[in-house]
């Protein structure tokens, strides 16, 4: 009798011990397929980051002529934004153009949801916030006046109101200049400078402070005779294009299509289209 009772012991260990063999091999074989899976999934992210590196999308104001803006068919366009689509051709990507609230540029290049910043951006006082390109034209911070107006100086302006847009090279500008805005009756932002020029249009401010490219553009536009620019500049600049710091690989890739734009003179005739001559200063 015990030596039955025994076999019977010695048959459950034999067929426990299979049942543990068989749970380990479907555990490991569990273990692999979902290593498998793990790697399928890394190689579907990887291809699907590629895809989206087909597009070249462009973060600019839209309200910022003659640099980007909307033209009269509703359509975007401008100055960089033609650099910016000869630029999407040769480096074999399909241009995007996103526009931005200027305030809300940084976010949009960290998060990925623009590749560049590239409309009228000014380098100086920016030099170490983003990686950029070589500086590719100059520029001026002026005031705008309206030409029946008393203000024919800096000096001038002391006790006036003064428009200038929301986290802009000419706002940077007059907190450099402390000494001059302290002078102001008045300091206040505006989101673009289409409204700036209405507001001044229609004496709701004194003094636009701008970027003398779009400065020019503006008064052209209206006619030319309505308003006027004081001689005097409130800063020098150069704008460049700037990506998000770090991104070398395709601040490379655009400055080597701007610098073959430059030799074969495409970016001589998109200036001249727009100004009337090269205002390019690309080396």
């Not at 689509?85 to 940084?106: F, H, L, M, N, S």
């Amino acid at each position: 009798m015990k030596k039955i009772y025994l076999l019977g012991v010695l048959a459950a260990f034999m067929l426990a011990g299979c049942s543990s063999a068989k749970t380990t091999e479907s555990s490991s074989a569990s273990a692999e397929t979902s290593v498998v899976e793990s790697k399928a999934t890394e190689e579907t992210t990887t291809a699907s980051e590629t895809d989206s590196k087909t597009t070249f999308t462009v973060g600019f104001d839209q309200d910022f002529p003659p640099m980007g803006f909307v033209g009269e068919d509703g359509e975007f366009t401008g100055f960089d934004l033609e650099l910016a689509t000869e630029v999407a051709k040769r480096i074999g990507k399909e241009v995007k153009y996103q526009p931005i609230a200027w305030d809300a540029k940084d976010m949009e290049l960290t998060s990925g949801t623009i590749d560049c910043i590239w409309n009228g951006f000014s380098i100086q006082g920016r030099e170490d916030k983003y990686t950029w390109s070589k500086p590719y034209m100059k520029n001026d911070q002026v005031f705008v006046v309206k030409s029946d107006s008393s203000i024919e100086s800096l000096e001038d302006l002391a006790g006036k109101t003064v428009e200038v847009q929301v986290d802009s090279s000419a706002e940077a500008a007059l907190k450099e200049n402390k000494e001059l805005a302290d002078t102001f009756g008045k300091l206040q932002t505006v989101a673009d400078y289409n409204t700036g020029f209405m507001d001044l249009e229609m004496g709701g401010v004194d003094a636009i402070a701008m970027d003398s490219v779009v400065a020019n553009y503006q008064i052209t536009k209206r006619g030319g005779n309505g308003f006027t620019v004081l001689d005097t500049p409130l800063s020098s600049e150069e704008y460049g294009i700037g990506f998000k710091l770090g991104n070398e690989a395709l601040r490379d890739e655009v400055q080597k299509a701007l610098d073959e734009m430059k030799a074969d003179g495409t970016m001589k005739t998109i200036s001249e289209k727009w100004f009337g001559k090269d205002v390019t200063t690309l080396e």
